[in-house]
């Protein structure tokens, strides 16, 4: 089993910037494929970004145009989220979520939250204008 926890969040003017980190239990960080999903107060969940478990391919939401960049470090079983030139839509409840993959596996396709096996608490971000 795999323990998530979020951390990172907070409370920031628009256009500044936050980095997201997730941190993970247990030995097989580096078979999971991560992902970042966030909410909005009255919204469903959405996709942000993921990655495969070395790192080597990414996958972002549409909307990030470049001001998201999810990476991770499987020596300290971390995944980030670096969000930049934050805007006050960025608000909400932001999830990191790990699926069971393989090291070598290329793909990064993982938008939907029902694909993922274990999620964390949240880390509230929340962007004033």
């Known amino acids: 089993q795999v323990q998530l926890v979020e951390s990172g969040g907070g409370l920031v003017q628009a256009g500044g910037s936050l980095r997201l980190s997730c941190a993970a239990s247990?030995?097989?960080?580096?078979?999971?494929?991560m992902g970042w999903f966030r909410q909005a107060p009255g919204k469903e969940r959405e996709f942000v970004a993921s990655?495969?478990?070395?790192?080597?391919?990414?996958s972002y939401a549409a909307f990030v145009k470049g001001r998201f960049t999810i990476s991770r470090d499987n020596a300290k079983n971390t995944v980030f989220l670096q969000i930049n030139s934050l805007k006050p839509e960025d608000t909400g409840v932001y999830y990191c979520?790990?699926?069971?993959?393989?090291?070598?596996?290329?793909?990064?396709?993982?938008?939907?939250?029902?694909?993922?096996?274990?999620w964390g608490q949240g880390t509230q971000v929340t962007v004033s204008s």
């Open positions: 247990g030995r097989t960080f580096s078979s999971y494929a």
């Open positions: 990655i495969t478990a070395s790192g080597g391919s990414l």
């Open positions: 979520a790990a699926v069971r993959s393989t090291y070598s596996s290329r793909s990064a396709a993982y938008p939907r939250a029902s694909q993922y096996d274990y």
